[in-house]
């Protein structure tokens, strides 16, 4: 969870998608 750079940009759309897997 939050291994981007930036773990508050793509928190909610990335996080959907990695959260999928």
Known sequence: MGK???SGKVS???FL?????
């Open 4 to 6: 981007k750079s930036g």
């Open 12 to 14: 909610r759309r990335d």
């Open 17 to 21: 998608k990695l959260g999928a897997f």
